[in-house]
């Protein structure tokens, strides 16, 4: 668990197992895998997740991202399940994140999006884990 001065990082890396073979795990707490409604990213999605198992990472959750409705949701569920990843959020595909995006903004600059209340109510299920802070 996290002590309030501690620091918290957040990286995003490349779809793809790379990074993680690379050693860039070392002093991971939580792996975040994002997981988009689409067969190849799903594999890698669990590929990543199972890599980060192996090496001992702490926390691997599963993010549900870009959902475009209650079909690619189901999608990513069963998909999840099926592998032993457990979904801690779930994103819906968002104009205001696409709009912020071109502006060159982060996805924070839309809080009040759907987007951005899911990233919300994400950081907060990470607190709820002892994740952050």
């Known amino acids: 668990m996290l002590e309030e001065t501690q620091v918290v990082t957040v990286v995003d890396m490349e779809a793809g197992l790379e990074h993680l073979s690379r050693g860039t795990d070392r002093h991971v707490d939580a792996l975040l895998v994002v997981m988009e409604p689409y067969y190849k990213a799903l594999e890698i999605a ?8 192996e090496l001992g990472i702490p926390h691997v959750f599963g993010v549900a991202n870009k959902l475009r409705g209650p079909q690619d949701t189901l999608a990513v569920r069963d998909y999840a399940a099926a592998h032993n990843l457990r979904i801690i959020g779930e994103v819906p595909f968002d104009e205001g994140v696409y709009q912020a995006e071109l502006a060159g903004l982060a996805p924070s600059a839309a809080p009040e999006t759907p987007a951005g209340r899911a990233i919300g109510d ?5 607190h709820a884990e002892g994740v952050l802070p």
Not at 122 to 126: H, I, P, R
């Open 46 to 53: 669990r590929r990543c997740a199972e890599l980060g198992k």
């Open 122 to 126: 994400l950081a907060a299920a990470l």
